[in-house]
């Protein structure tokens, strides 16, 4: 059976949990052959069932913001199979406060793990994806992309800097058949998703039915619609889709 990503060769960011397994498992089920990255050493969990499962993964335990690791997983990548044409930069975390709370140091690593992370993983990936004759990255941005939130100054900017970088991006290398697209989801049912509704002032329970009824569909997304919806941007069923945003978000940000 002919699957959506056969022959692929990709890397994937921020792979050990939520999303990006999800992403993995689905990528690898789907006939790519991948470098997963993450801090978390569960990452070697992912990469065992995705073996398990007949599939082709190898873990790189580093942290997405720093060169040398996401060049080193870059190389394996080609070193390992030839090529590389699928880029995922999924990696990301939260501050859960405003401006004025923020400190420099906050500050600087939100910005470079949210958003020089794909800088790096695009930088070193890329010109591989250019040689390959076509390919796709996908950026995992956020409803917080275009909607601003309370207590999370510095991730919307950062969310907004991914989306943008994606744009430019897009223009800047799609005569070499280079497609580059986001997704962004809204609340999803990952751990980063229930540290930020702990970190609230009101009880949980309230607090993560009061976060479900703001999006119209009343619930929250789960890891894999919003991988399906990363796989959709790196198949050829996207073929014509380019420097956009596909929201994943149960209708948040059509409010």
């Known amino acids: 059976m002919t699957t959506k990503l056969d022959g692929r060769v990709g890397v994937i960011t921020g792979a050990a949990s939520g999303i990006g397994r999800a992403g993995a498992l689905l990528f690898a089920k789907e006939g790519a052959a991948l470098v997963l990255v993450d801090v978390n050493p569960e990452g070697d969990d992912v990469v065992s069932e995705i073996r398990s499962a007949g599939g082709s993964a190898s873990f790189i335990q580093g942290d997405a913001a ?25 990696v990301g975390m939260p501050v859960f406060k405003t401006a004025l709370d923020t400190t420099e140091a906050e500050w600087d690593r939100i910005v470079d793990v949210n958003l020089k992370s794909g800088f790096l993983l695009a930088k070193y990936g890329i010109p591989h994806v250019i040689a390959a004759g076509r390919g796709t990255m996908v950026f995992t941005g956020s409803t917080a992309s275009v909607v601003g939130s309370r207590r999370w100054a510095a991730y919307c900017a950062t969310k907004g800097g991914v989306l943008m970088l994606c744009r430019a991006m897009a223009l800047d290398y799609a005569e070499y058949n280079v497609r580059i697209n986001c997704v962004c989801p809204g609340a999803t049912d990952t751990p980063m998703q229930e540290a930020d509704m702990r970190s609230r002032d009101e009880p949980y329970d309230q607090v993560v039915r009061d976060e479900k009824a703001a999006h119209p569909m009343n619930r929250y997304a789960t890891p894999l619609e919003v991988a399906n919806a990363a796989l959709f941007l790196s198949c050829d069923e996207s073929s014509f889709t380019t420097g956009s945003a596909l929201f994943v978000d149960g209708g948040l940000s059509a409010q």
Do not use: F, I, Y
């Open 66 to 90: 720093d060169g040398s690791v996401v060049r080193g997983a870059v190389d394996r990548a080609v070193r390992d199979s030839g090529k590389l044409d699928l880029l995922w930069s999924n």
